[in-house]
Every structure is written in C-alpha cells, then in structure tokens.
C-alpha cells in the first residue's frame, strides 16, 4: 500500500497526536521522526518532510515539545525533540478524540437490518 493511498484527511487531522506519540517513546530527531512513522504505518503513510517541519514548530509554539541541539560527534548537529508535560497530556486528550470520532464513524457506517 503506497502513502497516497491513506486518506490525506483523516491522517491531516491527526498528525500533531502522531508526532507527539512518537516523541512520548523517546526524543528524535526530524528525520528519524519521519522513519518513525512510516514504520509504524507499516509503509502505508509516508508524511512529507514539510508538513513534518511545519507541525514540529507548531508544537513546540504551543508548549507540547521542546527542541535542542545534539552535539555533532556523529557528523552535523541535529536539533532533537522532546514531548513536554503539557504534551503528554494533549496527546491523552487526542488519542480520547479519536477514540470517540472512531466510534461515532463505525456506527454511523455499520449496517444495521434491512438497511442499507
């Protein structure tokens, strides 16, 4: 299943709670953020590395990471990524949301009787 298979929407309204879970494991960097998750889809989504970006700086805007710079003994310096306090309690909250909104999709979209 290639990445443009997933529906852009439903993962859209869900990226800042992907990139908060990742970060609840452990610090990363950008591009390993982005391995990460397209891991974790199993290959079905690959987000672009610009939306990544724009989201980290979101995050760290409203007080949910912190960035940092790592020390360069393994080449460039690389800023690194750390789930805040705060963070971790958005991402309890989003992963409630989605549960919610998953319930309400399945049974609106579940067949019942006659009904098609």
Avoid at 41 to 54: D, I, K, N, R, V
Avoid at 72 to 86: E, H, P
């Amino acid at each position: 299943m290639a990445g443009s298979d997933v529906q852009s929407d439903l993962i859209r309204g869900n990226i800042d709670a992907m990139l908060l879970r990742v970060l609840s494991e452990e610090d990363c960097y950008g591009y390993e953020i982005l391995k990460r998750i397209a891991r974790a889809s199993g290959g079905a989504y690959e987000m672009p590395e610009p939306s990544l970006y724009s989201c980290l700086k979101r995050l760290e805007r409203n007080g949910f990471i912190e960035g940092y710079w790592g020390d360069a003994s393994q080449g460039a310096r690389r800023k690194y990524y750390r789930i805040t306090d705060a963070g971790r309690i958005e991402l309890g909250q989003s992963r409630a949301r989605w549960m919610r909104a998953r319930d309400v999709i399945d049974q609106l979209l579940e067949t019942r009787g006659g009904n098609r």
